[in-house]
Structure formats: C-alpha cells, structure tokens
C-alpha cells in the first residue's frame, strides 16, 4: 500500500474528535455526534532507531495525516504540586497550542500505557489563551507540567499511530481507535495485534508511570502560576505560538 499524502492542514486528518464539543467556528457549544465516543490508546517508548525505522515503514505501508507541533499546559489536580503525580488523577486537563491554535482538552478516565477515555475539546481564539489560563487559575488549576512536542500521524490498518518526538529527552508511540464503549475490548485487541506485528512494545501502567516522571522531572517543564507568569512560559516556548 503507498502512503497517502493528506497533508498538513487538512480539515479533519490531524485528529478525530467523534466526541467533540466546540466554541466558536468549529461549534457552538453543540455536540458533533450524538454518542460520546471513547479513544482507546496504547503507548510505548522507542529508541532513535526505532523511531526511524517506524518513520520509514509508515511513510511508504501507511495513509500520512499530518505532522502536529503542539505545546501543553498539563494540570495537576492535586492540592500539592509535588505530592502526587499528574497522572494518578483521572481528570486530565490542559491548554494546548496545536500548530499555532489554542485548545482547552479535558479527557477522562484512568490514564496507563493502555486506556480508554472520554475527550472533550474546545478551540481557544489564539488571543484569549492567556485569558484561559487566568481563568482556570480562579478556578483553582494553577501548577502542572509543560511539554512540547512534534507528533507525525499515521493510520494504519485502521489504528492511528502517532510517533512523537520531544526535544531534549527522546521519543515514544501512541496507537489510537476510537470506537464505543461496548467495542473497547475489540479496539485493545486489534491494537495489541498491529503493535504486535510491527514489533513494538506497548507499557504497562507501572512502566508508562516511569515514562511520565521521566518526562515531567525536567528541569524547568514543571509550572506554579501563583509563583510565576504565563507570559515567562510563552517566552520560553515562543515558536510555538
């Protein structure tokens, strides 16, 4: 099969939100189907040359969607940011810059090397990302982690493989199907059998816990605005915006 080139911008290919609900030109606070769907999603790390060598296999067997640069304001919803762990929670909430638009995600449910959970997704005008970020302070989210990526999206064989590269620390995988709740278990199985097949490992909860401390122990990717500005943050990672 030779690789279909979607392109970068293209309406729809960079991700499927079969659940989303929009503000602004992408909604109105409607909902865009009328079942909430679930995103069934393995992960796993990858060494450079296994990054490469996935790079070179999807790019000739596998539909291209897009490439994704994105930075992220990951909350915790702990009292103490130093206490627990963002992702021993089950709300996963955070502003994310998408190839220069502004997103408010919250996904629900437990969040492992393997999970099934509810995404929701509501655009943010570029102008008002640092009101979003005053606004969830008074609602009390004010410390986190950041993350800047560079995400190349696949699908292949009807999984969604994404293959993310973080500068300064290394890369990992992410397969996705997005289905019902009823079908979750068809959708883990058929994404064991593509990880499977391509000789990937996938990581269970105690190895994807690792994983994310190792990422969010960097210095400086750890945030507290009631101790510093977001404006100091988008200095750092001005490219993004």
């Given at each position: 099969?030779?690789?279909?080139?979607?392109?970068?911008?293209?309406?729809?290919?960079?991700?499927?939100?079969?659940?989303?609900?929009?503000?602004?030109?992408?909604?109105?606070?409607?909902?865009k189907?009328?079942?909430?769907?679930i995103?069934?999603?393995?992960?796993?790390?990858?060494?450079?040359?296994?990054?490469?060598?996935?790079?070179?296999?999807?790019?000739?067997?596998?539909?291209?969607?897009?490439?994704?640069?994105?930075?992220?304001?990951?909350?915790?919803?702990?009292?103490?940011?130093?206490?627990?762990?963002?992702?021993?929670?089950?709300?996963?909430?955070?502003?994310?810059?998408?190839?220069?638009?502004?997103?408010?995600?919250?996904?629900?449910?437990?969040?492992?090397?393997?999970?099934?959970?509810?995404?929701?997704?509501?655009?943010?005008?570029?102008?008002?990302?640092?009101?979003?970020?005053?606004?969830?302070?008074?609602l009390?989210?004010?410390?986190?982690?950041?993350?800047?990526?560079?995400?190349?999206?696949?699908?292949?064989?009807?999984?969604?493989?994404?293959?993310?590269?973080?500068?300064?620390?290394?890369?990992?995988?992410?397969?996705?199907?997005?289905?019902?709740?009823?079908?979750?278990?068809?959708?883990?199985?058929?994404?064991?059998?593509?990880?499977?097949?391509?000789?990937?490992?996938?990581?269970?909860?105690?190895?994807?816990?690792?994983?994310?401390?190792?990422?969010?122990?960097?210095?400086?990717?750890?945030?507290n605005?009631?101790?510093?500005?977001?404006?100091?943050?988008?200095?750092?990672f001005?490219?993004?915006?």
């Amino acid at each position: 099969m030779s690789s279909k080139r979607v392109g970068k911008h293209k309406k729809g290919a960079l991700k499927r939100f079969p659940f989303l609900f929009i503000f602004s030109s992408r909604s109105g606070m409607m909902i865009k189907r009328n079942m909430t769907k679930i995103e069934v999603e393995h992960r796993g790390a990858l060494k450079k040359d296994e990054f490469k060598r996935l790079k070179v296999f999807f790019d000739k067997e596998a539909d291209f969607l897009g490439i994704i640069d994105r930075f992220s304001v990951i909350y915790s919803q702990r009292e103490d940011d130093q206490s627990k762990e963002v992702y021993e929670h089950p709300v996963d909430l955070k502003v994310r810059i998408t190839n220069k638009k502004g997103e408010l995600v919250l996904k629900h449910g437990r969040w492992s090397g393997n999970d099934a959970r509810k995404e929701f997704l509501f655009p943010i005008e570029k102008e008002k990302i640092d009101e979003m970020i005053e606004f969830l302070k008074i609602l009390g989210h004010y410390h986190g982690v950041l993350q800047a990526t560079k995400t190349y999206l696949y699908r292949y064989k009807e999984v969604d493989f994404s293959l993310v590269e973080v500068p300064d620390w290394g890369y990992y995988f992410e397969a996705e199907v997005v289905t019902e709740s009823k079908n979750i278990e068809k959708a883990n199985e058929r994404i064991r059998k593509e990880c499977e097949d391509l000789d990937i490992e996938t990581l269970d909860h105690e190895k994807f816990c690792r994983l994310l401390k190792s990422l969010n122990d960097r210095p400086g990717h750890r945030f507290n605005f009631k101790k510093q500005e977001f404006v100091e943050i988008k200095k750092r990672f001005s490219k993004y915006f």
